[in-house]
């Protein structure tokens, strides 16, 4: 396989034009309903496909997906819940998270004592509608907060309407598999079924698609495979369908619960220590963020899907706000006000930059193995010798001269750290230890790595492997 040498790069970005462009579609997505099944959900891939292109994929209802079935599609076109006098309470046009998601089709005039069981609400958040889904148990409920659960008449009567559809049909996923001349491929996966939630989901999926939408405009030299579905049903029913290609996956991420407020968190790999986790952790320290950090726990997301022992895909989340960790997770408090497109730019800056560190991420071998190089006959190393770190040098020299030499060592591409990013290279020009290993380390960037090596490459002092570094345990 040819070694591909030419760097990730990624086109200049308008941070506030793509700030104003997620506000955009957070707001026109947000009061969408979302399900595992159904128009919501293919509302939501249609408009995403205005900003990257991928594939629609139908799964008809009762496919086997291992243990599991695709399940009837389900529609919602109204739902309301009314005193017999016609004083209505409840109205899903209102809010959507008002209807147990998958609720049955119902038209009943109840008593309280029958009415009640199928009545949802939070004590302990008495303000929030919750989140609530009756997915495979066939069933139907209203969600409301506690504080009007309270205040209903127990002696009344209620009319209890859902207009909606439960019938063969399909699940619908989106994909776009980018490909690469490395050899490995990674997985960017979010899902899409989550109605009302502003920050779990909807954060994730529009993240996805201006994702999506800056590795299909850039060179990458390794594959990438966007999946966009249903939780759970939806990554089980894929990789059902994709069984052996998903076996050769290196690794990848869930983006989702990526613009709350608070300080950035990241959501170990089931490995803990993975390449994956290893370059988010390097893109942490490198941008001066100390997130908090989650071990790998099986009570999550799709990553548990994809790590199962029968694929054991590395997969780990960046997030802002994550899942479980907040209080108004899964109810109607986690809206656009809860979130900020800003914070949603800023954890698409850190998947980016996660990105470039594994498309840098190369491992070179030394062409000089015996002793450090001579720099200074190649123009790597500044004419006038004892000054490189002497912290005194600088203040003893003219002003005028100090200058001069800055001007000297810039054009020359050396800098204190430039010679260090130079001899640390060397030194660890084995054939066994990677940039990314090197950065870890040293504590020097890793573009700045890359770049070091690759003029060290042109004066033929390192020679680059072709075979790809740390594959796949």
Not at 160 to 180: D, K, N
Not at 265 to 277: A, E, M, N
Not at 348 to 353: A, E, G, I, P, S
Not at 398 to 418: C, K, V
């Amino acid at each position: 396989m040819q070694a591909d040498t030419q760097p990730f790069t990624t086109r200049p970005l308008n941070w506030e034009q793509l700030t104003r462009e997620a506000a955009d579609l957070l707001n026109e997505l947000f009061p969408l309903c979302r399900s595992l099944t159904g128009d919501g959900v293919r509302q939501t891939l249609a408009r995403l496909q205005q900003i990257a292109a991928f594939e629609l994929l139908e799964i008809p209802s009762g496919s086997q997906a291992f243990d599991w079935q695709v399940p009837p599609e389900w529609n919602i076109h109204g739902a309301y819940l009314e005193t017999e006098d016609g004083q209505r309470l409840l109205d899903f046009a209102d809010n959507n998270l008002h209807v147990v998601n998958y609720s049955l089709p119902v038209d009943e005039l109840l008593t309280w004592e029958q009415l009640r069981p199928h009545l949802h609400s939070l004590p302990d958040l008495p303000e929030a509608i919750p989140y609530r889904t009756s997915y495979y148990t066939p069933d139907w409920g209203f969600c409301l907060p506690h504080e009007q659960l309270q205040a209903m008449d127990q002696g009344l009567n209620y009319r209890a309407v859902i207009q909606a559809t439960l019938a063969p049909g399909s699940m619908t996923l989106g994909e776009s598999l980018l490909p690469g001349a490395s050899g490995q491929e990674f997985l960017l996966s979010s899902y899409c079924c989550h109605p009302s939630l502003a920050n779990d989901s909807l954060s994730g999926v529009v993240l996805w698609a201006l994702l999506l939408r800056e590795l299909q405009a850039n060179h990458h030299r390794h594959a990438y495979r966007f999946v966009i579905l249903p939780e759970t049903i939806g990554a089980i029913a894929y990789l059902a369908a994709n069984q052996e290609a998903m076996q050769r996956l290196r690794g990848g991420w869930i983006p989702t619960t990526v613009a709350g407020p608070g300080p950035f968190g990241y959501k170990h790999t089931f490995r803990g220590d993975d390449l994956i986790d290893r370059v988010v952790l390097q893109t942490f320290r490198e941008q001066g963020v100390e997130p908090i950090l989650y071990p790998f726990d099986v009570n999550g997301s799709d990553e548990k899907q994809y790590s199962a022992p029968g694929f054991r895909i590395p997969v780990g989340t960046i997030c802002k706000a994550k899942y479980y960790e907040y209080d108004e997770y899964h109810t109607s408090l986690d809206n656009l006000d809860f979130i900020r497109p800003e914070h949603l730019i800023d954890s698409l800056k850190l998947y980016l930059l996660a990105i470039e560190k594994l498309e840098l991420n190369r491992t070179y071998i030394s062409l000089a193995p015996y002793s450090e190089p001579m720099f200074g006959k190649r123009d790597l190393y500044p004419s006038l010798g004892g000054t490189i770190k002497q912290k005194a040098a600088d203040l003893a020299r003219p002003h005028a001269e100090r200058r001069y030499q800055i001007r000297l060592e810039t054009e020359a591409g050396i800098r204190g750290d430039s010679l260090d990013a130079m001899r640390w290279l060397m030194f660890y020009g084995d054939g066994a230890t990677s940039l990314l290993q090197i950065a870890e380390r040293t504590g020097l960037p890793v573009r700045q790595l890359y770049e070091t090596a690759e003029r060290l490459r042109q004066h033929d002092l390192l020679a680059l492997l072709e075979e790809e570094p740390e594959a796949r345990p």
